[in-house]
Structures are given as structure tokens and as C-alpha cells.
């Protein structure tokens, strides 16, 4: 399953500089003038897991493989880009193919690092990306409701619920209001994720903010915080100069600095676990001794759909799960003292995997 975060934020703000850092390669261009990223960027990360690491150890396993977000680091946003300000068109189209958005908020002081609007305030660039964003909407729900009029004449009823759903994103975004504020029914939800509103995605807002401010931020971040709180969003804070530094250390040499630094763990681990969890996505494991691997799926999966991230045929053939709880192959010393110990169940087709579930699919070929 591909799980995609867009990175995005004003020219200037460090969204380059966090994007080398989290896929530890210097493919971005960070430079001290606006679009300097001319080109969307991927990168596939890994999602730190420590129990992972546990599993292995205790299954002697050969090799790790852990669960991996794709981030895209998009160019810097201006006020217009839903006109095709800048090189907004083309971008608005990126963030539509993104599962989350991770909105980066300049929350520092420097007098070298121009800011567009020549002015640090975080909360005021979020509303000026939010704002483009609703306008683009507007105008994406207007050429739909359009293009649903023959269909709606014939009565087609998935015509019938985009219609619906567009004109309630409408009302809610001629309000003020994101369309991530409708509350959406279980079976509304495919027709909704289809309609890719900018609005709809889910946001992280990255507080940017010095070094010597990166284990508590400051009272830019702080704002930040309680803007994310009343929009029930997620908020994290780093210091993208020190998630650039550690990146080129190796993992020894990384702790050691975060130690100096009174840092408990990397800033950049906290926004891809922010990603993970924004998306509602869980991990299972698979484990033993050639590999022990981590999974993703979303909440709610049922075993036969877990089985179908592995390989589509183990969910049409579908017979079992054998199953054991993260607590319980980590206390029983792995599978076999599981087993005796009664923690081993086998689960069938309406089973919901749980978090940390190390599982073993029984399908026909």
C-alpha cells in the first residue's frame, strides 16, 4: 500500500531542507531564493519501529525490512497560486495525488533568510496556503458539479452522491470552513477520497523553529500548536538544520549528537510517526528466519485484506490467520513459546488485525 505525504509550505520556509533530511540524500535543491525546487521530489522513508528490531532479534532473523511513507517535497506555495501564481497550477495538482499534507511553518528568527511576505508569522502563512488551497477547491467543484449534469439526468445515482458531497464542500469552504470538517458516512467514504479536494487531506503542521528551541519550541511554535488543536490537526516540532546535520552522521554518531543537544530521538522520527498515525495506519509483522517485516494497513483491516498487502492470491485464498499478539511472542521468547502457552489463535476472514499483530496466512494457491 502506498501511503503519499506532500510537503508543502511557502518559498523559504525549509521544506527542501527537511525533505534531504528525512530521505538523507541531497536531491533536493535547498537554496536561500524561492522556487528553487523546480521539479516534485519522491522519497520512500522508513517508519522507525522498535519493536521490529525486537521480533528480529528474538526469531534470529536474517533481515529487517521495515514499513516505508512516501514524502514529496512540493515548491514553495505563493498568495495566488490557485490563479497559477508562481508555479502553483502545477503543484495544486501534486498535493492532489497526496494521501496527508505535511505543512511546513517558518517558526524562526533569521535576518539572512528572506521570508516573501518579509515578516515571521507562522499562523498567517498557514492561512495563506489554506486559503489557496479552498480557492482551488472552489474551482475544481464547480468544473465537476458541471460535468455531473448529463449523468444527473439519467438518474445515476454515484452522480447523485458526488453531487452531494461537492455541494456540501462548497457550502462548508464558502463558509471558511475546509472540507475536511464534513463529517463523511462509511459509505460515502470511496466516492469522497475520489473527488481528491485539496481541503480534504489531512495536515501536519512542521514548526520549523531554531536549534537551541528544537527540544521545546518557542512561541511561534507554541501558536502553532493551539491553531492545530482547535482544527484537530497533528503538530510537530524540528529544527530542519539539525535533522540536515544528523542525516550525514551515522547512527552512532547521530545519538551521540542528540545527546549533546538533550534530544531523546530525531525530530524527523516524530513526523514520520505524526504521517503514520494522521493516515489512521497501523503495522503488523511477519516473522522469521530468513526475515522479520513490518506492514501497513490502515485501521479496521480485516485478515484476509491484511493478507492482500503481501500478495493479492493470499487474500482470494484466504483460509486463516495464525496470530500471536506483539506482548505475547515477545513474553513466550517467540512463535514456538507462544504456542505452548496457549497465545497462538487461528482467525477467520471477519478477524480485524490489531496493531502489532505477528501473523502467519494459511491460503490456497
Known sequence: MGFKTGIVGLPNVGKSTLFNALTKTAAAQAANFPFCTIEPNVGEVSVPDARLEVLAKIASSGKIIPTRMTFVDIAGLVKGASK????????????????????????????????????????????????????????????????????????????????????????????????????????????????????????????????????????????????????????????????????????????????ELGLEEAGLNRLIRAGYELLDLQTYFTVGPMEARAWTISKGTTAPKAAGVIHGDFERGFIRAETIAYDDYVEFDGEQGSKVAGKMRAEGKTYVVADGDVLHFLHNT
Not at 480534504?200 to 492545530?228: F, L
Open 84 to 259: 497559477g501564481e508562481g508555479l502553483g497550477n502545477k503543484f495544486l495538482a501534486t498535493i492532489r495525488e497526496c494521501d496527508a499534507i505535511a505543512h511546513v511553518l517558518r517558526c524562526f528568527e533569521d535576518d539572512d533568510v528572506t521570508h516573501v511576505d518579509g515578516r515571521v508569522d507562522p499562523v498567517a502563512d498557514a492561512e495563506i496556503i489554506e486559503t489557496e488551497l479552498m480557492l482551488a477547491d472552489l474551482e475544481n467543484i464547480e468544473k465537476r458539479l458541471t460535468g455531473l449534469v448529463r449523468k444527473l439526468k439519467g438518474g445515476d445515482k454515484e452522480a447523485l452522491m458526488q453531487k452531494d458531497l461537492l455541494e456540501r464542500a462548497k457550502a462548508a469552504i464558502e463558509n471558511g470552513q475546509s472540507a475536511r470538517t464534513i463529517t463523511i458516512a462509511e459509505d460515502e467514504e470511496k466516492a469522497w477520497k475520489m473527488l481528491g479536494l485539496l481541503t480534504s487531506k489531512k495536515i501536519v503542521y512542521v514548526c520549523n523553529v531554531e536549534e537551541e528551541n528544537a527540544g521545546s519550541g518557542n512561541a511561534h511554535s507554541a501558536r502553532v500548536a493551539e491553531m492545530a488543536a482547535s482544527q484537530g490537526a497533528a503538530c510537530v516540532v524540528i529544527s530542519a538544520a539539525i535533522e540536515e546535520e544528523i542525516s550525514q552522521l551515522e547512527d552512532e554518531e547521530a545519538l551521540m549528537f542528540l545527546e
